[in-house]
């Protein structure tokens, strides 16, 4: 071996080797989508949550649309029936908005589905300990971990949220139909329906992956040595 080779291959031996697993995005879906079939109890009683929250939030919009289709006729027999539903209008207003007491119900409803988010999250990271040390043992590299966890509440997210939205439409709707009588539909934009629920839902996916994010970023910066450690 020439002298100018021995030194080449002393140079490459001197440097450091990372292992790394890069999976396409693909792939990660299908790992997320299974590690939610695994622990699917867990994950409904998280999604369950969350469609309490974003039902209720579909629910007060869309009545709220209700309200404004039924004042854009500018019949006062409509105007009457909203007051005595309990909606705030004063005599030159021409658009029904959320009352205080409605908008703090959801907002801590919202609280409360984060933090039941993040514990839920919290607990799937201590329980998959072992699980990210030998990801991490393998080569898995720490955006890797993350993503999967964020794809996770994403998947969860987007169903609890749409089914919340939906539900909370449909009760909105027949609420005001028992209330106001058919006139209720015919008057009100389906677009500001379309609107709010998918507002509810982008809420709702919004806050799954703001729940999960802490937890996610536990866990990928874990150290493989202290995972696989971890007793349970």
Request: overall charge positive; aromatic content about 10%.
């Amino acid at each position: 071996m020439s002298k100018h080779t021995s030194n080449k291959v002393d140079k490459q031996s001197s440097e450091p080797v990372e292992r790394q697993v890069v999976l396409p995005f693909k792939q990660s879906l299908a790992i997320s989508f299974k590690q939610i079939r695994v622990r699917f109890f867990r994950s409904l009683i998280t999604t369950l949550s969350l469609v309490l929250a974003i039902s209720f939030l579909s629910f007060v919009r869309v009545s709220n649309d209700v309200a404004n289709g039924l004042l854009s006729t500018g019949d006062p027999d409509f105007r009457r029936q909203l007051i005595r539903a309990g909606y705030d209008l004063g005599p030159e207003d021409v658009r029904a908005e959320t009352n205080p007491k409605q908008r703090w119900i959801v907002i801590l409803s919202i609280l409360v589905c984060v933090v039941g988010i993040v514990n839920a999250q919290l607990m799937a990271v201590t329980e998959r300990f072992r699980e990210i040390g030998t990801m991490k043992c393998l080569g898995a590299l720490d955006r890797f971990i993350l993503r999967l966890f964020l794809l996770e509440a994403g998947m969860q997210g987007v169903v609890g949220a749409m089914a919340g939205a939906l539900i909370g439409g449909f009760f909105s709707l027949l609420n005001s139909v028992i209330r106001f009588g058919n006139a209720s539909l015919t008057h009100v934009l389906l677009s500001d329906v379309f609107f709010s629920m998918a507002f509810a839902t982008g809420v709702g996916f919004f806050l799954s992956l703001a729940g999960v994010f802490y937890p996610a970023i536990i866990a990928a910066r874990m150290q493989p040595v202290e995972a696989m450690r971890a007793e349970h």
